[in-house]
Structure formats: C-alpha cells, structure tokens
C-alpha cells in the first residue's frame, strides 16, 4: 500500500533528516572519525592541582578528549570499546626514569631473594628453584640480604645443602658480594690458593684456608668469567618478560639506564616481533676513554632510531664512582667508619672533557653520581660544558643519577643548571637490612641528606624517580609509597625516616609520569593525560585520591593502556 502521507508532511520529514543529516555530519567532520576507546567512571588525574575529569576518549593512540561520563559516551560508537574504571584513579602511564630491563628481564628466569628475610626463606626459594628446574646446568640467583646471615655473610657449605649436584652462584642485592657453592667454585678455579684480585677478597676460612664461597667486588669476576652467558634467545626471552611484567605494574615507558647497540637491537627485534609493550629511552653507556670517534658511532645509532615508534636514543650513561655501602661512592670528606673518601672513576678534566663533547652533540647526560663528591664533580663538568658550548635547541636537561647524599651548597645549582636529579625513592626504604650499613658509613650528618625529595623540590630542581631494577622490585608503586609516607610498605619505622621529605601524592605521581616524559624530552608527546597526547593510560582499582596516601599501596593496577591498546587487564 502506497503511503498517504500528505505531501507537506513527507518534504516536512525529508527537509528535517536532510538539516539533521548535516547537522549529524559537521559533528562528524569535526571528530573526523571513530573514537576507538573511552574509559568511564574513572578519578581522571589531570595533574597536580588540575580538575580531576570523569572520563578519557582514545583515538588511534591518542587521547581525544578528557572530560564528563556524558560527554564521553556520547561520544562512543558500536565499535567504541568502553572500559568501566569502576571509581578507580585513572593515572598516565607510569615511567621509569632509571631501570636495567634487560637485566632485569634475565634476573626474571633466576632465584629472586630481594623478598626473602630470613634464612629460611632464602633456603626454600633457592631449593624449590633447583627442584623446579632440574635441567639448568646451573642454578642462579640474585637479591640476597646480609643480615639473615649468621655473621653477616653466607658459605659455601649453606648453598651445597641446597644445591649439591651443580654449580649454583648467587650475587648479593648491591651487587657487590657473589656467594657460590663447592661446584661453582671448582669450576672457576678458586682454590685455597687463589689470592685476592686487585680491589676484590676471596674469603678464605681462618681455619683451614679454605674459601668460603664469599667472592667480594672484583673477585666476583673470577666466577664471571665461567657462568653461562644467556643467549641471544634468552635475551629476547628476557625483554618480553619484562615487557610482560611492566605492563602489569602500569608501566608503559622506561628509561634504559646503561645500553649498547646489540641490546638495542634485540629491543628492537622484540618491538617487530611485538613483544615489547614499553616504550623505551635509551641511555647509551660511556667507555672509558670515549673518543670523538665512538661519539660519531654513537650519533649515527641515534640517527638510525629516530623515526622508531616505540626506541629513542637520546642519552648518554656515566659511572662517575661507587656506592656507599662498600665505601666506593666519592665523597667530599672520608666515610664515617673508614679513612676513605672513597674513589671517582674520573678525573675532574677527563669527566669535563666527555660531557662536553657529548653536550656538543646534542647528548643528554646521565651521570651515575652517588656520593656528595661525585655530585660536585658531576655539577662542575655540566657547568663546564655550559660554559664551553652554545645550549641546544631543547634547553640542556643533563642528570644526575641517584645523588644519595648531597652537599647544601650543591642543591641550588640542580635548579639553576636545569640539571634533573634522577632519585630512587625505594634505594630508602627504611629495613634495618637496608639503611643500617648506608647511614653507618656516611655518619648521621651526611645521611640527614639522603633521597631529599622535598628540599630538592624546593630548591627548585627538576626530579623523576625511577627503580634501578633490579637493584629492586620493578613496581612503581613502592617508589611512590616511599615518597609520600618514608616509611616501608608495612609502614615502618612509624614516624618515617627523615619524615619532612616527604612529598604530596599527586606531586609523587607526576614525578612518576610527566617528569619522566620531561626527562626523555617527550613532554609535549606524553605523560599526561590531555587530548593530543599519546594514550598511555593507567586504571588503578581504587581512588588513590580520596583515601590516605598510606594507604596508596592498597590500590593495584586494573589496566595498562600504551597508545590506545589495553596491554594489560588484570
Ligand atoms: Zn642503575
């Protein structure tokens, strides 16, 4: 049947579809497509002090729009996928601004002991590895803590109890101190006779002589040199893994703090292969003796990763000396329980000589700088680049890694230089197996000044934390927690230590997120949560906000979003 519409009612319809037809298309035009992915119901964290939003809009892999639940579902389509943020705090994706992922990534397929307190604890780890593994040729182990041992420091005859039939070797938390079994040792060699390398103690029993499986410092390269090099599968292995397990901790950039063209290589394989789910910021590690030569090789590595979506060489990392604990880290005035001021490996000319060739080039320099004079020396040669070359088109924005203990008259030049401090919140954590030895050897004095986040801020530097995995956990939620509460993850000791650095939480979290984005130049790309950026986008299961930040650690990860794709959903 024909329709008997009067005909002043059908052009009535036909002129009121055509109107909204184009009403509907300009929207169109000016959304210039689909939006691939909203988050509802979240805390939108816009920064600190900026107005918490309700919802994010991702197109392709970038934020389209922070704003209300209404605005953001009308914005959705049928192909739209929503992701219900269930109250959570939406976070940016957070950055490691100073971490070892391929080692790290390697360590993962060893026996982990940085959790393990008692001795009994780090018994069963290794022995349920070796019986979970039957097959390694050898058992392999990192992490272990002094203080569980008798003494302070494990045998041989400890390990050939959990390990009898191959070699197993473990290297203690600071990665100072090996410990090995009977079978390691004989194969690499260490006899009663074996005497001690230039800088390093083969411990002998004062009994019989005999060695107690203790290698320290550099007599740890006597067992290096027989352990099982991983293989290029291993280490791609490795980089998923790790990728794996950034993704589940909402991590979704990292600072490389340390690397060569061979590792960067395999990251970029895993990116092909599609195993890499971080972006990463790679810190190019400094030979001694670095000429303008290797520096050229170096421009050129920095060129051939320019246009890469996911790697981007812009650093490069410098040793400038030691660490506290094994009073190797340079200090302004000798250790508090030893004659030594410990040793910078360079001379002031010679560290002036590199930053400034590498500054030259356009280089960001990362500076491991741990003790108060290695911190001077550091500042003196970016000051002296400063002096010797025209600033770079960025601004220059040279680190200092770590920086545990630093003079006062040094905390104003951080600002004034542009110099980044690169903490690591979590190094602080305040067990008696971690901070006794560290505050022993420095004196209260000098320890007054450790991981001064809050008189840092005020004296105007810039900062980004980082883990320094895996020196220890990966999670950085712990290098958070420590910075607002100063306390450990069981909230020890109760008036935290050194109490008054603590800072804010939302100032914690943008360390973690837009001052790593700073740091690798890449502000204006991400580390934020506003429209343009790229997607980096962390759903945290609780409001982080509304709660006590003590309590910050309650919240665990529910999705890791890295431009605009969920990588991780717990
Ligand atoms: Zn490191």
Same mark, same amino acid.
């Given at each position: 049947?024909?329709?008997?519409?009067?005909?002043?009612?059908?052009?009535?319809?036909?002129?009121?579809?055509?109107?909204?037809?184009?009403?509907?298309?300009?929207?169109?035009?000016?959304?210039?497509?689909?939006?691939?992915?909203?988050?509802?119901?979240?805390?939108?964290?816009?920064?600190?002090?900026?107005?918490?939003?309700?919802?994010?809009?991702?197109?392709?892999?970038?934020?389209?729009?922070?704003? =209300?639940?209404?605005?953001?579902?009308?914005?959705?389509?049928?192909?739209?996928?929503?992701?219900?943020?269930?109250?959570? =705090?939406?976070?940016?994706?957070?950055?490691?601004?100073?971490?070892? #992922?391929?080692?790290?990534?390697?360590?993962?397929?060893?026996?982990?002991?940085?959790?393990?307190?008692?001795? @009994?604890?780090?018994?069963?780890?290794?022995?349920?590895?070796?019986?979970?593994?039957?097959?390694?040729?050898?058992?392999?182990?990192?992490?272990?803590?002094?203080?569980? #041992?008798?003494?302070?420091?494990?045998?041989?005859?400890?390990?050939?109890?959990?390990?009898?039939?191959?070699?197993?070797?473990?290297?203690?938390?600071?990665?100072?101190?090996?410990?090995?079994?009977?079978?390691?040792?004989?194969?690499?060699?260490?006899?009663?006779?074996?005497?001690?390398?230039?800088?390093?103690?083969?411990?002998?029993?004062?009994?019989?002589?005999?060695?107690?499986?203790?290698?320290?410092?550099?007599?740890?390269?006597?067992?290096?040199?027989?352990?099982?090099?991983?293989?290029?599968?291993?280490?791609?292995?490795?980089?998923?893994?790790?990728?794996?397990?950034?993704?589940?901790?909402?991590?979704?950039?990292?600072?490389?703090?340390?690397?060569?063209?061979? =590792?960067?290589?395999?990251?970029?394989?895993?990116?092909?292969?599609? =195993?890499?789910?971080?972006?990463?910021?790679?810190?190019?590690?400094?030979?001694?003796?670095?000429?303008?030569?290797?520096?050229?090789?170096?421009?050129?590595?920095?060129?051939?990763?320019?246009?890469?979506?996911?790697?981007?060489?812009?650093?490069?990392?410098?040793?400038?000396?030691?660490?506290?604990?094994?009073?190797?880290?340079?200090?302004?005035?000798?250790?508090?329980?030893?004659?030594t001021s410990g040793h910078a490996n360079y001379t002031p000319r010679e560290l002036q000589r590199i930053v400034t060739m590498m500054d030259r080039r356009g280089w960001q320099?990362?500076?491991?700088?741990?003790? @108060?004079?290695?911190?001077?020396?550091?500042?003196?040669?970016? @000051?002296?680049?400063?002096?010797?070359?025209?600033?770079?088109?960025?601004?220059?924005?040279?680190?200092?890694?770590?920086?545990?203990?630093?003079?006062?008259?040094?905390?104003?030049? #951080?600002?004034?230089?542009?110099?980044?401090?690169?903490?690591?919140?979590?190094?602080?954590?305040?067990?008696?197996?971690?901070?006794?030895?560290?505050?022993?050897?420095?004196?209260?004095?000098?320890?007054?000044?450790?991981?001064?986040?809050?008189?840092?801020?005020?004296?105007?530097?810039?900062?980004?934390?980082?883990?320094?995995?895996?020196?220890?956990?990966? @999670?950085?939620?712990?290098?958070?927690?420590?910075?607002?509460?100063?306390?450990?993850?069981?909230?020890?000791?109760?008036?935290?230590?050194?109490?008054?650095?603590?800072?804010?939480?939302?100032?914690?979290?943008?360390?973690?997120?837009?001052?790593?984005?700073?740091?690798?130049?890449?502000?204006?790309?991400?580390?934020?949560?506003?429209?343009?950026?790229?997607?980096?986008?962390?759903?945290?299961?609780?409001?982080?906000?509304?709660?006590?930040?003590?309590?910050?650690?309650?919240?665990?990860?529910?999705?890791?979003?890295?431009?605009?794709?969920?990588?991780?959903?717990?």
């Amino acid at each position: 049947m024909r329709s008997r519409l009067p005909a002043l009612i059908v052009i009535g319809i036909v002129a009121v579809t055509v109107i909204a037809g184009l009403v509907v298309g300009a929207q169109r035009d000016d959304r210039s497509g689909p939006v691939d992915l909203v988050v509802l119901n979240g805390r939108v964290f816009t920064g600190a002090g900026g107005d918490p939003a309700e919802a994010v809009a991702v197109r392709g892999s970038e934020i389209l729009r922070v704003g =209300s639940n209404r605005d953001m579902k009308r914005l959705a389509g049928p192909a739209t996928k929503v992701i219900d943020a269930h109250g959570g =705090s939406v976070v940016p994706g957070f950055v490691d601004g100073h971490v070892h #992922f391929m080692s790290g990534g390697l360590g993962m397929d060893r026996v982990n002991l940085l959790d393990a307190e008692s001795l @009994d604890a780090i018994k069963k780890k290794i022995s349920e590895f070796a019986a979970a593994n039957p097959g390694r040729q050898w058992v392999l182990g990192r992490g272990w803590y002094y203080s569980p #041992f008798p003494g302070g420091l494990p045998t041989r005859q400890q390990l050939d109890e959990l390990v009898p039939d191959r070699p197993a070797y473990m290297t203690c938390y600071d990665g100072h101190t090996g410990w090995a079994n009977t079978a390691a040792l004989r194969l690499a060699g260490i006899t009663a006779k074996t005497p001690d390398p230039a800088d390093g103690v083969v411990m002998k029993d004062p009994g019989t002589g005999e060695p107690t499986g203790v290698l320290k410092e550099a007599a740890m390269g006597l067992m290096s040199k027989v352990l099982p090099q991983p293989t290029r599968e291993d280490r791609l292995r490795a980089i998923s893994r790790a990728s794996r397990e950034a993704s589940r901790l909402g991590l979704t950039s990292i600072h490389e703090a340390g690397t060569s063209e061979a =590792s960067l290589d395999l990251f970029e394989e895993a990116r092909k292969a599609g =195993s890499l789910s971080v972006r990463v910021y790679a810190a190019l590690s400094v030979k001694d003796g670095m000429t303008e030569a290797d520096a050229d090789a170096f421009d050129a590595l920095r060129r051939h990763y320019a246009a890469n979506p996911q790697i981007k060489v812009g650093a490069v990392k410098v040793m400038a000396d030691g660490v506290i604990e094994a009073h190797t880290a340079a200090m302004l005035a000798p250790y508090a329980n030893n004659p030594t001021s410990g040793h910078a490996n360079y001379t002031p000319r010679e560290l002036q000589r590199i930053v400034t060739m590498m500054d030259r080039r356009g280089w960001q320099v990362m500076t491991h700088a741990i003790g @108060d004079g290695a911190v001077r020396m550091t500042l003196d040669a970016y @000051d002296a680049a400063a002096k010797a070359n025209p600033a770079p088109p960025a601004g220059r924005r040279h680190r200092v890694e770590h920086a545990e203990t630093v003079d006062p008259a040094d905390f104003p030049r #951080f600002g004034q230089q542009n110099t980044i401090v690169s903490y690591m919140p979590f190094h602080a954590n305040p067990t008696p197996a971690q901070l006794t030895v560290w505050t022993a050897n420095i004196g209260p004095d000098r320890s007054s000044r450790g991981w001064i986040v809050r008189t840092m801020q005020q004296a105007g530097a810039r900062q980004v934390f980082g883990s320094d995995w895996p020196v220890v956990d990966l @999670d950085p939620r712990l290098e958070i927690n420590m910075a607002v509460t100063r306390r450990t993850a069981e909230g020890l000791p109760k008036e935290g230590w050194l109490p008054d650095q603590a800072i804010a939480l939302p100032d914690a979290i943008e360390t973690m997120t837009a001052a790593g984005a700073y740091a690798s130049f890449d502000e204006a790309k991400k580390g934020r949560l506003a429209p343009g950026l790229l997607a980096d986008i962390v759903i945290l299961s609780k409001d982080v906000f509304a709660q006590p930040p003590e309590r910050f650690l309650d919240a665990v990860v529910d999705t890791t979003i890295l431009g605009g794709k969920v990588v991780y959903q717990r």
